[in-house]
């Protein structure tokens, strides 16, 4: 009986903790991320895709007004490992009537890489109508 609740247990604690993966970012802010591992796109792309901590995250960087920064919204998986390993980004802009400064600095937005593809291949990125190739780290 100790065994079967103890199973049970472990079963519970792994269901809460693939719960904890969101698709949303975990962190939005001004500027570059810090220590990428690969990049590509670059700021006179306008967005940069960047693997961070080892693989477990995703950072989208766009270049912009600082007033009115487009920012990832949400991750998605078009198709997990072995199956193409794409994801897309949504993003948000700010609204039209929004007054927006004449500069151009980045803002990145930080995703948990998504459980359904792996770092082991190239993961496609598709932002913007545009679709990035981050090699495999």
Known sequence: MRIATAVAG????VLALAGCMTSYPTESFPGDPEETLQSVGGEEDGV?????HQGGQIALTTWGSST?????????VVSP??????VAITTENPAENQICTMDYV??????????EVITGEPL??????????????
């Open 68 to 76: 009115c920064p487009v920012v990832g919204s949400d991750i998605s």
């Open 10 to 13: 472990a079963g519970v604690a």
């Open 48 to 52: 940069m895709i960047s693997w961070l």
């Open 106 to 115: 980045p803002h990145t937005s930080v995703f948990w890489t998504p459980q």
């Open 81 to 86: 490992a072995g199956e193409g390993n794409t």
């Open 124 to 137: 496609t990125v598709q932002v913007l109508g545009e679709e990035f190739v981050l090699p495999i780290k």
